[in-house]
């Protein structure tokens, strides 16, 4: 009897993966054995190895971290990290707390540099058909608010105002990479094209956020749209890590959105 007949074969088949070898004695990633990769490679080559099968060059490594630097934290006043420390004062362990914070990164709080990238990628399509980058900008938005409504996401912030100060330091950095030639600078041209259309469209400048310059590096990169929220999300459990574990040592039982004498306005609708 073959292999391919057996329940051996239907069992192993049942998780197959080309992410991890392992068996007694023996771990391999992507072909690369564990303890060839423990002190020779960081922790963003790790995850780039992880997520796309091969192992990025250092000046790709170094522009990969840059984007997950930026993303760790944004205070309290971000909902995942909210959501944590008031995880932590529910007397629930720190796996719990994270599970809290990460479970809020969703399509609005979380998702923004997916759908930047999305719109980058319909630009880039366009203009690899003739359209020259104006046009596939200006058409790539209207297609844009026609699909997901006014806001676009990756350009403005409710808090940062008029600068959002992660965004220009990081499109430097894809800046200076594209000069050296380890990313085509491509991406770095939509995303400025963007956020000036956008800026003329309303008649008063607009800031690129952090998701619209994360996705641009993600972009650069090779990364597809929905690594980009993964990535996002990853950044985003250091925050959510910290914070947690920050309340944990500070303490506090129960501990809601607001101090218990601000209480929320009652409409009544009788």
Same mark, same amino acid.
């Given at each position: 009897?073959?292999?391919?007949?057996?329940?051996?074969?239907?069992?192993?088949?049942?998780?197959?993966?080309?992410?991890?070898?392992?068996?007694?004695?023996?771990?391999?990633?992507?072909?690369?054995?564990?303890?060839?990769?423990?002190?020779?490679?960081?922790?963003?080559?790790?995850?780039?190895?992880?997520?796309?099968?091969?192992?990025?060059?250092?000046?790709?490594?170094?522009?990969?971290?840059?984007?997950?630097?930026?993303?760790?934290?944004?205070?309290?006043?971000?909902?995942?990290?909210?959501?944590?420390?008031?995880?932590?004062?529910?007397?629930?362990?720190?796996?719990?707390?994270?599970?809290?914070?990460?479970?809020?990164?969703?399509?609005?709080?979380?998702?923004?540099?997916?759908?930047?990238?999305?719109?980058?990628?319909?630009?880039?399509?366009?203009?690899?058909?003739?359209?020259?980058?104006?046009?596939?900008?200006?058409?790539?938005?209207?297609?844009?608010?026609?699909?997901? &409504?006014?806001?676009?996401?990756?350009? =403005?912030? !409710?808090?940062?105002? /008029?600068?959002? $100060? %992660?965004?220009?330091? +990081?499109?430097?950095?894809?800046?200076?990479?594209?000069?050296?030639?380890?990313?085509?600078?491509?991406?770095?041209?939509?995303?400025?094209?963007?956020?000036?259309?956008?800026?003329?469209?309303?008649?008063?400048?607009?800031?690129?956020?952090?998701?619209?310059?994360?996705?641009?590096?993600?972009?650069?990169?090779?990364?597809?749209?929905?690594?980009?929220?993964?990535?996002?999300?990853?950044?985003?459990?250091?925050?959510?890590?910290?914070? &947690?574990?920050?309340?944990?040592?500070? =303490?506090? !039982?129960?501990?809601? /959105?607001?101090? $218990? %004498?601000?209480?929320? +306005?009652?409409?009544?609708?009788?």
């Amino acid at each position: 009897m073959s292999l391919e007949n057996t329940e051996e074969h239907a069992i192993r088949h049942w998780w197959r993966t080309s992410i991890i070898d392992m068996k007694p004695g023996q771990i391999e990633f992507r072909g690369h054995p564990i303890q060839d990769l423990i002190g020779n490679v960081g922790f963003a080559q790790m995850i780039w190895l992880m997520t796309r099968g091969d192992l990025p060059s250092k000046a790709e490594a170094d522009l990969f971290e840059c984007a997950l630097v930026a993303g760790v934290d944004h205070g309290p006043q971000a909902p995942s990290i909210a959501a944590a420390r008031m995880a932590a004062t529910c007397g629930v362990g720190l796996n719990n707390v994270m599970a809290t914070g990460v479970n809020m990164l969703g399509d609005v709080h979380g998702g923004a540099g997916e759908q930047c990238a999305e719109l980058y990628l319909d630009i880039a399509e366009r203009m690899d058909a003739g359209v020259n980058l104006n046009d596939a900008t200006r058409d790539g938005i209207a297609h844009w608010r026609e699909t997901y &409504g006014k806001i676009v996401s990756g350009f =403005g912030h !409710r808090f940062h105002k /008029p600068v959002d $100060p %992660r965004a220009p330091r +990081l499109m430097a950095m894809v800046r200076e990479a594209a000069s050296t030639g380890t990313v085509d600078g491509m991406f770095a041209d939509i995303g400025e094209a963007v956020q000036a259309e956008i800026g003329r469209q309303r008649g008063i400048e607009i800031a690129m956020n952090i998701d619209g310059a994360t996705a641009v590096i993600f972009c650069e990169l090779g990364f597809p749209p929905p690594l980009s929220r993964g990535l996002f999300c990853l950044s985003r459990s250091v925050g959510v890590l910290s914070h &947690g574990w920050e309340q944990m040592q500070q =303490g506090g !039982r129960n501990k809601g /959105p607001m101090p $218990p %004498r601000f209480l929320p +306005l009652y409409e009544d609708k009788t």
